[in-house]
């Protein structure tokens, strides 16, 4: 099987969301063992990108783990490109397959509007195609501003097989001359684009479905000037729980935001690789792993949904994976070292992310701990009586982790007795198991909370 070269193009105006990661992923997978993965950047369009943009998405490519992936040498920027995109137009232009278009946008709305109206494609006329050279060379030295538009050949049929979508056809009357370079001397983004892709060696393009209409135009470029044409791939677009597209200029599910909520990269990356595609590993992998699993003519059709409850699922399986030591740095600030290891593998099942820890932390051993509402009803349902029980045993010297039992002979018993106690402890009728909170909970701060919930009314506290 030949190796692939692949490449992942964000253009840098908003935050890198699901779907955009999504892409980059399948791209990578494609890729992955032996081929090449390129990262371009397409910011050709100054008006939206931004270099806070750029470096935003870089840091999220490294998160995902995608970085020692990339070839840092390798990198373009459609920026920094511009006299390779005219030398290809001059190209053109000489074999009179390009031409200037002197069209006022009044003009063009009206002739699209028009075709609409008879229920006829929004298609160029091609009015500025039969120009005399001289006469649109006297025009462009006058200083009057021109696009330039590509000739489509007549009667024809642009045909491809998508790789996930399956043999593609466009006649070429439907197109109509299309723009290539704006009036301002900037390459129209597929213009680029199709020009990088060739240039760079990319076999394998995964995009989004919103770009399959630009594929056609993009093979007749490529075709006339001799370059390669890649195989494409069109990925169906990631929609939100109520069915919209996701966006990068909302930043609706952006990577930053997953990451600062405390989402391991490891849980979004196996989230991701089944999102729309089929992996039949229902285990958590890693990149390689994954890769293995991953075929790309198994990616469906169908929009996918963004699914929460499946990212936390992936999210608990990558929290269960990664070891205890790990988090030990998370809970130094409050744990004594000596009971850090055994506090993490306490609170490992309660923890969903990372955070989880240093709460559970400062619960467990902090000045001050908050009751939320169910723990104030469980301390109330628990009665002063229970804590002052509680307070005696201690007092007289007796184990912390004795108490269920001592409470439970003085006729404290079921749910009162055990949520009331772990509500007194932590603020929570849910957390740890509660002979680990009394076992790793410094004596006098247990003893001090007892105290506090048999002299005080809960809704004080």
């Given amino acids: ?87 290809f137009l001059e190209r053109l232009a000489h074999e009179n397959l390009v031409y200037p278009c002197f069209c006022a946008e009044s003009e063009l709305v009206a002739e699209r509007a028009s075709l609409r109206a008879r229920g006829l494609p929004p298609r160029y006329s091609g009015r500025c195609a039969a120009l005399k050279p001289a006469d ?27 790789v996930v979508r399956g043999p593609q056809r466009m006649a070429t009357n439907l197109l109509g001359d299309f723009v290539v370079r704006r009036a301002n001397g900037e390459a129209m983004f597929f213009f ?54 996701l966006s990068k200029r909302d930043g609706a599910g952006s990577l930053a935001a997953l990451r600062e909520e405390g989402f391991l990269p490891l849980a979004v990356v196996n989230y991701l690789a089944r999102l729309g595609a089929v992996v039949e590993s229902e285990r958590l992998l890693p990149l390689v792993e ?22 936390l699922h992936w999210q608990r399986l990558a929290m269960a994976a990664t070891p205890v030591a790990e988090w030990v740095s998370w809970v130094a600030k409050h744990v004594p070292q000596a009971d850090r290891l055994r506090f993490v593998e306490a ?29 104030r009803a469980a301390i109330v349902a628990a009665g002063g009586e229970l804590f002052h029980a509680a307070v005696a045993h201690l007092d007289a010297g007796g184990v912390a982790g ?29 957390g740890p198991e509660l002979k680990d909170i009394l076992a790793l909970m410094p004596r006098a701060l247990v003893a001090r909370r007892l105290r506090e919930c048999g002299s005080t009314d809960a809704k004080n506290l």
């Fill in 402 to 430: 004795d108490l269920p039992a001592v409470l439970k002979a003085a006729g404290h018993g079921g749910r009162r007795l055990f949520h009331g106690l772990r509500a007194a402890l932590t603020g929570r009728v849910a």
């Fill in 192 to 245: 680029a684009n199709a020009l990088d892709d060739a240039l760079s060696g990319v076999t394998l393009v995964l995009r989004g479905e919103d770009h399959l209409a630009n594929t056609p135009r993009q093979i007749l470029i490529l075709r006339a000037l001799g370059l390669p044409v890649p195989d494409y791939g069109h990925l169906p677009l990631v929609l939100s729980a109520s069915g919209v597209p």
């Fill in 290 to 311: 994954l890769a293995q699993a991953f075929d790309r003519r198994r990616i469906g059709h169908a929009p996918a949904h963004y699914d929460r409850d499946q990212l």
């Fill in 1 to 87: 099987m030949n190796s692939l070269t692949t490449r992942f193009a964000p253009s840098p105006s908003g935050l890198l969301h699901l779907g955009n990661a999504r892409t980059a992923l399948f791209s990578l997978l494609a890729a992955l063992p032996d081929g090449r993965f390129l990262l371009r950047i397409e910011d050709s369009d100054r008006a939206r990108v931004s270099p806070a943009f750029e470096a935003a998405l870089r840091v999220d490519l490294e998160w995902l783990g995608f970085g020692a992936y990339i070839d840092e040498a390798a990198i373009w920027r459609q920026s920094e490109r511009s006299g390779v995109y005219n030398d």
């Fill in 347 to 375: 609170v490992r099942p309660n923890a969903l992310f990372p955070e989880d820890y240093r709460r559970w932390a400062e619960i467990m051993y902090g000045e001050r701990r908050t009751l939320d509402d169910d723990a």
């Fill in 136 to 162: 649109a060379r006297s025009r462009i030295m006058a200083g009057e501003r021109a696009v330039w538009r590509f000739r489509v050949p007549p009667g024809q049929e642009v045909g491809f097989c998508d």
